[in-house]
């Protein structure tokens, strides 16, 4: 291969990310949208939850009740996500599993709100009152909150995209008569370590401008390969009985037709096709952590 993938400064590197439309909206729901919010709906895609966690999350969200979502669980190792939640359970964690995308899930959600709220449901109700009661959506971008809030609403009325940061405003969402559902910009932290910002950027949280696609698309193929070896051997019919990724990586590569002049491959339009490729769950369902 013509690169160094494994050139350890790549590992070292640190991401700063943190825009300013982001520092605004993250300002915003400290400052007004968590004082009206009777709990949280905490969004994470469960192919990469942990990376989903901002670390200073109880303090943004004043420690008001959370519902931890593991969404997007049609493309994760569900036996692999069972067993992180239930690490977030033996910490005292509310969880649910989702796939905001199948109405399957539309019950189990708001039955969770009914549990996570059923003190103050119940105070109202012997004083003789239904209020309204309002859930913030919060996550990392493309986590899926509008598509999820689409799916409690059972209509359209957020715009949902695959592409990190499409939301930029507060919309609020009723869903039916008991809840008010907040649906927030996605918002991350200012610095990760490689690791968290990599897993980040494999599940589409982050813009695929900060990082070279080929050097990214090289380094999930080499996860994938380490944790789900099966999983490519499904995809291109190889024999794993060997120690040579470089080769299975090219074999891809040419597969796919990514041949520059000189018979060189093109390896930033196979690392974004294999990064698609992931996202897509055209390799099964993983979860990277």
Same mark, same amino acid.
């Given at each position: 291969?013509?690169?160094?993938?494994?050139?350890?400064?790549?590992?070292?590197?640190? +991401?700063?990310?943190?825009? $300013?439309?982001?520092?605004?909206?993250?300002?915003? +729901?400290?400052?007004?949208?968590?004082? =009206?919010?009777?709990?949280?709906?905490?969004?994470?895609?469960?192919?990469?939850?942990?990376?989903?966690? &901002?670390?200073?999350?109880?303090?943004?969200?004043?420690?008001?009740?959370? #519902?931890?979502?593991?969404?997007?669980?049609?493309?994760?190792?569900?036996?692999?996500?069972?067993?992180?939640?239930?690490?977030?359970?033996?910490?005292?964690?509310?969880? !649910?599993?989702?796939? @905001?995308?199948?109405? %399957?899930?539309?019950?189990? +959600?708001?039955?969770? =709100?009914?549990?996570?709220?059923?003190?103050?449901?119940?105070?109202?109700?012997?004083?003789?009152?239904?209020?309204?009661?309002?859930?913030?959506?919060?996550?990392?971008?493309?986590?899926?909150?509008? *598509?999820? !809030? &689409?799916?409690?609403?059972?209509?359209?009325? *957020?715009?949902?995209?695959?592409? @990190?940061?499409?939301?930029?405003?507060? %919309?609020?969402?009723?869903?039916?008569?008991?809840?008010?559902?907040?649906? *927030?910009?996605?918002?991350?932290?200012?610095?990760?370590?490689?690791? !968290?910002?990599? &897993?980040?950027?494999?599940?589409?949280?982050?813009?695929?401008?900060?990082?070279?696609?080929?050097?990214?698309?090289?380094?999930?193929?080499?996860?994938?390969?380490?944790?789900?070896?099966?999983?490519? %051997?499904?995809?291109?019919?190889?024999?794993?009985?060997?120690? @040579?990724?470089?080769?299975?990586?090219?074999?891809?590569? !040419?597969?796919?037709?990514?041949?520059?002049?000189?018979?060189?491959?093109?390896?930033?339009?196979?690392?974004?096709?294999?990064?698609?490729?992931?996202?897509? $769950?055209?390799?099964?369902? #993983?979860?990277?952590?």
């Amino acid at each position: 291969m013509s690169k160094n993938y494994m050139d350890e400064n790549v590992v070292e590197k640190k +991401i700063n990310w943190f825009p $300013g439309h982001m520092k605004n909206a993250l300002m915003d +729901i400290e400052d007004n949208k968590i004082k =009206l919010a009777d709990c949280i709906l905490y969004v994470l895609d469960s192919r990469s939850p942990n990376a989903c966690i &901002n670390p200073k999350v109880d303090k943004i969200v004043h420690h008001k009740p959370i #519902i931890y979502v593991f969404n997007k669980i049609d493309l994760a190792d569900e036996k692999r996500v069972i067993e992180i939640q239930k690490q977030y359970e033996a910490e005292g964690k509310i969880t !649910i599993l989702s796939n @905001a995308s199948s109405n %399957q899930f539309r019950n189990q +959600i708001k039955n969770a =709100l009914k549990k996570v709220l059923a003190e103050k449901i119940e105070r109202n109700k012997q004083k003789g009152i239904s209020p309204t009661y309002k859930v913030l959506v919060l996550g990392v971008p493309n986590t899926g909150k509008s *598509t999820l !809030i &689409n799916m409690l609403s059972g209509e359209r009325k *957020t715009k949902a995209s695959n592409i @990190a940061g499409v939301t930029r405003t507060n %919309q609020w969402v009723k869903i039916d008569d008991t809840f008010i559902l907040c649906d *927030t910009p996605g918002i991350l932290w200012p610095k990760f370590d490689d690791i !968290i910002s990599r &897993n980040l950027a494999y599940i589409g949280c982050l813009s695929d401008k900060e990082f070279d696609m080929s050097d990214l698309g090289f380094e999930l193929m080499n996860l994938i390969y380490e944790k789900y070896p099966e999983n490519l %051997q499904e995809k291109f019919d190889v024999d794993f009985e060997f120690d @040579a990724f470089l080769e299975l990586y090219d074999r891809f590569c !040419i597969k796919r037709g990514y041949i520059m002049r000189k018979n060189e491959i093109d390896y930033t339009r196979a690392g974004k096709s294999f990064i698609d490729d992931f996202r897509s $769950g055209k390799f099964g369902r #993983i979860t990277l952590e």
